[in-house]
């Protein structure tokens, strides 16, 4: 049962236009929400994040907007570039569960994103 | 050095070697994770160490085994792995009251 979900594998955008990727999840406990970028041969590093008392977080060119209702998330990168090229995950956690679920993350399976010049 | 490291960066095993993987982190944090990345799955954590205590173990196969001998060292011992545990292995960690989660570079183990 996955928590997380990413349903686009991929995404292929334009230099300078929009790109959105997606998230949804099904537990009602998770209350942080956080975005990693990964490169090949690299580890995932952290992007943005957004607690679940917000719902919107603006860093630069990236948004991460929350819609607890729906259990959907999305970042927005505005405008894309081809450096943005890389695998976006979606991660999740119940820090709010006594404060013992800080680290253990859920992930999603991952986005590729692809900027064209 | 910063960050996380992890070595080996790339490993190939026989289904009955010994084997360890290493990571340390450079960041004074005081949580450090092992997580694992199959083919097409998502990142699953396997094992939680907060103050070098294990704190969380998520169904892991003894054939896997942590050691964590300070706050800022992590081992993952292997023994008599199976070809589907040929995975990216990545180490990560956080202070232990953080939801930010660096991770390191990983290892890429493949096991014949």
């Known amino acids: 049962d996955q928590q997380v979900k990413q349903n686009s594998p991929s995404l292929s955008v334009q230099e300078g236009r929009i790109s959105i990727l997606n998230c949804d999840y099904t537990n009602s406990m998770f209350d942080y929400f956080l975005w990693y970028k990964k490169y090949p041969a690299e580890g995932p590093t952290f992007l943005i994040s957004?607690?679940?008392?917000?719902d919107k977080n603006e860093d630069g060119r990236f948004t991460v907007f929350l819609n607890k209702s729906a259990k959907h998330l999305s970042l927005h990168i505005v405008p894309s570039q081809p450096g943005d090229s890389a695998v976006y995950f979606c991660?999740?956690?119940?820090?709010?569960?006594?404060?013992?679920?800080?680290?253990?993350?859920?992930f999603g399976q991952g986005t590729i994103l692809t900027v064209h010049p | 050095e910063t960050g996380v490291t992890q070595t080996p960066r790339h490993l190939v095993m026989g289904m009955t070697n010994k084997k360890s993987l290493k990571c340390e982190q450079h960041?004074?944090?005081?949580?450090m994770y092992w997580y694992k990345q199959s083919a097409k799955k998502p990142l699953e954590l396997m094992f939680v160490?907060?103050?070098?205590?294990?704190?969380e173990n998520n169904s892991v196969p003894s054939r896997f085994s942590p050691e964590c001998p300070n706050s800022s060292h992590l081992f993952l011992h292997l023994h008599t792995l199976q070809p589907e545990d040929s995975a990216l292995y990545l180490c990560a960690s956080s202070q232990d009251s953080g939801q930010l989660v660096n991770f390191g570079p990983g290892t890429r183990l493949l096991v014949l």
């Open positions: 991660a999740a956690s119940a820090y709010g569960a006594g404060g013992t679920s800080y680290g253990k993350l859920t």
């Open positions: 960041l004074g944090h005081n949580a």
């Open positions: 160490y907060n103050f070098k205590e294990q704190t």
């Open positions: 957004i607690s679940s008392i917000k």
